[in-house]
């Protein structure tokens, strides 16, 4: 017989069985991988599990939410069927959540089940849009809908934290696997404290659309910093007319107080695109970006198991509206051989949940990781398609290639462009992994490109000069918004 139990004071999944030790045991979620550590023998066996992980050197935090695949191997020990039979109703810890059924492990965020009833929700729901609200010095950042804490938001916090410590400084996130800047606070989504912070900050600063039902308080203000200088069409811009699509982009951006863009283009496109009339728009350079001035690439390299000699090449493609998970243009473990390189893999954030990681051979598949721009930092050269990461790496100066084996498809029927990029591209559009790689091995490509790269970065980098977070700061600070 098999049983499973929770240890709350450890936070540790126990599966206990009868007969010898097996081989091995382990948790296997999309996005993180655990091992059992397997004690006893003979009679009766354990095989606990950790329910709080490190990835890529940073904190000891939850597993991230998901369903984990439960597997306990070895010739002896516990059999299939045993397994199937696992039960272990859910147990709510203040950091997660977690259900067994079988060898299927449900880890979810730590919110009381009866917030998640839509009873639960609505009166969450109305309890915050009842609240005065904007009465607490403090700012709710979110990034990407929760699933990191990174981008123009983090950059902000981090000089903001610096400048006005008296401001609390709450994060939104999907659940507390997501690490939070030192010294913040995380919320989970949807739960009571959640739904309290977003009422009373007097500023909420966010990359993306704010999501479920928000109502601005008296006195509180928005800042929308996005998430990337377009090549894509966005919004009103996008092919094919939507009414319901419209009235949800105005509604939206009638929501923010302040729009920053990195750039006197972004800003143009941005304007536009948002209907975003009759509002200040600040163009100061990105914040994120000022990691490429002030950063040190060492510790990011070290946490990653990657040596300072080994050439690092970043593949960063861009979502699909026409699929959930990650392109799969490029074998990433071949790669690695053919340009003896260590690749790390980063899928968008919308990719982030339906899909699972690479692995192979120098394949490290960073798409959870914290912040896309200390990958950007790190990396030697960069792989991308259409994503907005063209116009942050473009700071370092080094190679861009853009792999591309489906522009048509995506130039003509999926989202179009504001500029035709094989005329501007600061690097080769290639189709194929061996054009790719032919690319990336000769080092005349670099030469060739050096003149676009240059007026490239004229007209998108202007800004991006280390100082982006200072001046955002610095504009909220004699706004009055926050009290330093």
């Known amino acids: 017989m098999t049983t499973a139990l929770i240890d709350e004071q450890a936070e540790t999944l126990v599966i206990a069985g009868e007969g010898a030790r097996p081989a091995s045991a382990t948790l296997e979620g999309p996005r993180a991988r655990v091992s059992g550590r397997l004690t006893g023998g003979g009679k009766t066996w354990k095989a606990t599990f950790p329910l709080r992980t490190s990835r890529w050197g940073g904190a000891e935090l939850p597993l991230p939410s998901g369903a984990y695949d439960l597997a306990i191997d070895g010739d002896v020990g516990a059999e299939a069927a045993d397994l199937d039979e696992l039960e272990l109703e859910q147990v709510l810890l203040p950091t997660l959540r977690v259900e067994v059924r079988g060898t299927r492990v449900v880890i979810a965020a730590p919110i009381a089940p009866i917030y998640e009833t839509p009873e639960g929700q609505r009166t969450l729901e109305e309890r915050y849009a009842s609240q005065i609200g904007a009465g607490e010095n403090a700012v709710f950042?979110?990034?990407?809908?929760?699933?990191?804490?990174?981008?123009?938001?983090?950059?902000?916090?981090?000089?903001?934290?610096?400048?006005?410590?008296?401001?609390?400084?709450?994060?939104?996130?999907?659940?507390?696997?997501?690490?939070?800047?030192?010294?913040?606070?995380?919320?989970?989504?949807?739960?009571?404290?959640?739904?309290?912070?977003?009422?009373?900050?007097?500023?909420?600063?966010?990359?993306?659309?704010?999501?479920?039902?928000?109502?601005?308080?008296?006195?509180?203000?928005?800042?929308?910093?996005?998430?990337?200088?377009?090549?894509?069409?966005?919004?009103?811009?996008?092919?094919?007319?939507?009414?319901?699509?419209?009235?949800?982009?105005?509604?939206?951006?009638?929501?923010?107080?302040?729009?920053?863009?990195?750039?006197?283009?972004?800003?143009?496109?941005?304007?536009?695109?948002?209907?975003?009339?009759?509002?200040?728009?600040?163009?100061?350079?990105?914040?994120?970006?000022?990691?490429?001035?002030?950063?040190?690439?060492?510790?990011?390299?070290?946490?990653?198991?990657i040596r300072a000699d080994e050439r690092v090449l970043l593949y960063a493609p861009t979502w699909r509206d026409d699929r959930s998970e990650m392109v799969d243009f490029i074998d990433p473990q071949q790669l690695a051989a053919q340009t003896d390189s260590v690749v790390l893999v980063r899928g968008h954030s919308r990719t982030l949940k339906p899909g699972r990681d690479h692995s192979g051979a120098r394949v490290i598949d960073v798409t959870g990781y914290p912040e896309t721009a200390r990958l950007l930092l790190i990396a030697d050269a960069l792989i991308t398609d259409y994503s907005s990461v063209m116009f942050d790496f473009s700071v370092t100066g080094r190679p861009m290639f853009f792999l591309v084996p489906d522009l048509e498809h995506y130039r003509g029927e999926l989202r179009g462009f504001y500029f035709d990029l094989a005329e501007r591209a600061p690097g080769p559009l290639v189709h194929t992994q061996e054009q790719l790689v032919r690319a990336l091995e000769d080092p005349e490509v670099p030469v060739a490109y050096q003149d676009r790269y240059a007026a490239w970065k004229a007209q998108f980098n202007k800004l991006d000069d280390g100082g982006a977070a200072e001046r955002v700061v610095s504009r909220i600070l004699d706004q009055g918004w926050l009290t330093a």
């Open 141 to 305: 950042f979110e990034s990407f809908y929760g699933q990191n804490a990174g981008c123009n938001p983090r950059a902000i916090d981090r000089v903001l934290a610096e400048r006005a410590p008296a401001v609390t400084r709450y994060w939104s996130v999907t659940d507390l696997s997501v690490e939070v800047p030192e010294g913040a606070v995380p919320v989970v989504e949807g739960g009571p404290e959640w739904w309290r912070a977003r009422a009373e900050s007097r500023m909420l600063i966010v990359n993306d659309w704010l999501r479920r039902r928000f109502v601005r308080k008296p006195g509180q203000r928005v800042l929308q910093t996005w998430h990337g200088t377009p090549l894509k069409r966005l919004a009103l811009h996008r092919p094919g007319f939507d009414p319901r699509r419209m009235a949800a982009v105005i509604k939206e951006s009638r929501r923010w107080d302040v729009l920053l863009a990195q750039n006197v283009y972004a800003a143009r496109i941005l304007k536009k695109a948002y209907a975003f009339f009759g509002k200040p728009l600040w163009v100061e350079g990105y914040p994120r970006n000022d990691l490429f001035t002030t950063g040190d690439p060492a510790p990011i390299r070290e946490a990653l198991g």
